[in-house]
């Protein structure tokens, strides 16, 4: 979980979500990457998902041995799930963590606004986060406004660090983890 900070992170709550998804008045639209399934609310939703989303800092040499750079991205689509595969991959090369067979759901909300409200449906609670990943729904939930590179990273090192590990580390130590994956992510 990436908390709302003025510069501190502070540990993530271990969540545990037993119930149906209830929040969804707008119909999502869903594109899959080779590490993630993407859902989002709008064609133009997912511009803004796109411009947001920035990997040109990640290393060139890191892209050119996962990407075929002969292949040209021009649909917004096919870069957005481009960036999403890079910055996933560069999580488990920062982890150092490959666990198999993971696709990764993320379903991203228009603001912040309707991310605190499913998290009430879901909690019962007030969120304190941009973002938060449950392991049981294997999906990372976040909203277009504060979507970015750093925040993508830190739940994608959550979601490999719940799938890497057959006892879980304690929760502190998850969170170092995932901290360590957005703060290298541009190494
Ligand atoms: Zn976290």
């Not at 803004?48 to 800092?57: H, L, M, T």
């Not at 957005?80 to 890079?86: A, H, S, T």
């Not at 929760?171 to 992510?185: G, K, P, S």
Request: glycine share 4%; charged share 25%.
């Amino acid at each position: 979980m990436l908390k709302l900070r003025i510069g501190i992170l502070s540990s993530c709550l271990l969540l545990c979500w037993c119930g149906s998804f209830g929040w969804a008045a707008q119909k999502w639209k869903k594109i899959n990457s080779e590490y993630c399934e993407i859902y989002f609310l709008s064609y133009s939703e997912l511009k803004k998902i796109n411009s947001n989303v920035d990997v040109s800092s990640i290393s060139l040499d890191f892209k050119k041995k996962i990407i075929n750079s002969k292949i040209k991205t021009k649909s917004i689509s096919e870069k957005v799930k481009r960036k999403f595969d890079i910055i996933f991959r560069k999580a488990e090369e920062i982890l150092n963590m490959y666990p198999r067979g993971i696709n990764v759901k993320i379903r991203i909300y228009l603001n912040q606004k309707q991310l605190n409200r499913v998290y009430r449906k879901m909690f019962k609670g007030e969120n304190k986060a941009l973002s938060f990943y449950i392991y049981k729904t294997n999906t990372i939930y976040i909203s277009t406004e504060h979507i970015s590179e750093g925040v993508l990273a830190h739940e994608m090192g959550h979601c490999i660090i719940d799938h890497y590990f057959v006892i879980l580390p304690p929760r502190n130590v998850q969170e170092i983890l995932a901290i360590y994956v957005d703060t290298h992510l541009k190494d």
